[in-house]
């Protein structure tokens, strides 16, 4: 039945409607018409509804009626309504599958900082007049990464995002300031978020074949590129797609960019390292991702592979070209060259917390991809 099928692309099953009924708490409203094939997107049998928002499952906030006196009501229901948010949460994190996601993280000492309102807006690197901020854990974690990807201290830019689409959106953007009319290459397999950066900067975008792997291939690459030699070249390299984990053979993209006749000053190389950009360093023989080859910036996802009650992820850049970019704000006494303006001052100390524990390790070493669909990983050598 049509109806019973958009509920469960909420609730994803019939367990959880059961251990979660949200009807206890809410009224719900009738569900809207599932729209016409044409419209919808019809994958595994889910339909997904265009142009009608649901509503259904929604916890409505009502406004309080003038003489209301009923807090403690409020309180009491608010109380049960996250007691059974909470229950659901377990049941669903114990069957999450097909999300690369660690969620094999115990972060209960940093629940002390909960209550503090704590915002990085600006630049990283320099303090601006909000002072509720976690810069100096922002700056530890970005230190580490740049040692991870071979650039020095004085030599990198960089900050903690809200995802790894943010980190992509932010290269690719450093890429098209420092080559305003470049053309942006991206295998088909890339993630969605680069070729939507495309449509927001307005750029030409060029879809370059795969192999049956997922990689880029690089015949197609160098056809695409002696089609454009007159423009300047950003190609967005793919350390892990999405979908087949593929990584793109960064060695062969720049071979490739040289026998074309593109020059170190012609081209620019971002590396989509959301899913696997912490973990290749640590993986023998996997491709190299490092500064010392001619590459612009490298992102990655810290919800994923480290696991992160929250999104992020980590952007780094070399500095020079953020100059090109950036832009100062007076009133926040800072630099303006991050994509989002408040960013959350919580995930960078989760990052560093977990770097604590487990960076100084050294060495750590992927065990498996557990049936959760989690990373779980080991310290192979302490
Ligand atoms: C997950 C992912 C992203 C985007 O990351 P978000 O943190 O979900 O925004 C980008 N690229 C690849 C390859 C990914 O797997």
Not at 112 to 126: A, E, R, T
Not at 145 to 171: D, P, S
Not at 249 to 265: K, N, P, R, Y
Not at 284 to 301: D, E, Q
């Amino acid at each position: 039945m049509e109806v019973v099928d958009a509920v469960s692309v909420h609730f994803n099953g019939k367990a959880e409607v059961e251990d979660f009924d949200i009807s206890a708490v809410v009224q719900p409203e009738p569900l809207p018409p599932i729209a016409a094939a044409e419209n919808g997107d019809k994958r595994n049998g889910r339909e997904i509804v265009l142009g009608k928002n649901v509503h259904t499952t929604c916890l409505e906030v009502t406004e309080p009626e003038a003489n209301d006196e009923f807090t403690g009501d409020k309180e009491a229901y608010m109380a049960s309504v996250l007691a059974r948010y909470r229950k659901n949460l377990m049941e669903r994190t114990k069957y999450h599958l097909g999300y690369p996601y660690n969620l094999d993280f115990d972060y209960g000492a940093l629940g002390q900082l909960q209550h503090f309102s704590i915002n990085n807006l600006g630049d990283p690197f320099i303090e601006s007049n909000y002072g509720v901020h976690s810069r100096q854990f922002e700056v530890g974690v970005l230190d580490w990464f740049a040692r991870l990807w071979e650039i020095e201290k004085n030599e990198y830019w960089g900050y903690i995002t809200n995802c790894g689409t943010e980190g992509n959106l932010h290269g690719i953007l450093v890429g098209r300031e420092v080559f305003p009319d470049g053309v942006l290459y991206a295998s088909r397999e890339s993630h969605y978020s680069v070729f939507k950066a495309a449509r927001m900067y307005r750029m030409d975008c060029e879809k370059v074949d795969c192999l049956i792997s997922g990689e880029i291939d690089c015949a197609d690459f160098k056809a695409k590129l002696l089609a454009n030699k007159d423009k300047p070249a950003i190609i967005n390299v793919n350390i892990g797609t999405t979908v087949k984990g593929a990584v793109d053979d960064l060695d062969l993209v720049i071979q490739t960019l040289e026998e074309s006749g593109f020059s170190q000053d012609r081209f620019y190389i971002h590396c989509d390292g959301a899913l696997f950009g912490l973990m290749m360093p640590f993986v023998k023989r996997a491709p190299k991702v490092t500064f010392k080859k001619p590459i612009g910036s490298v992102s990655v996802s810290g919800h994923k592979f480290v696991g992160c009650p929250m999104p992020c992820g980590v952007q780094i850049t070399r500095m020079e070209h953020i100059d090109v970019l950036s832009s100062n704000v007076e009133y926040l006494a800072s630099r303006d060259a991050t994509i989002m303006g408040s960013r959350n001052g919580h995930a960078p100390i989760f990052l560093w917390s977990f770097m604590v524990i487990r960076a100084g390790c050294g060495n750590w070493a992927l065990i498996s991809y557990g049936i959760s669909g989690s990373f779980k990983t080991t310290i192979s050598s302490c």
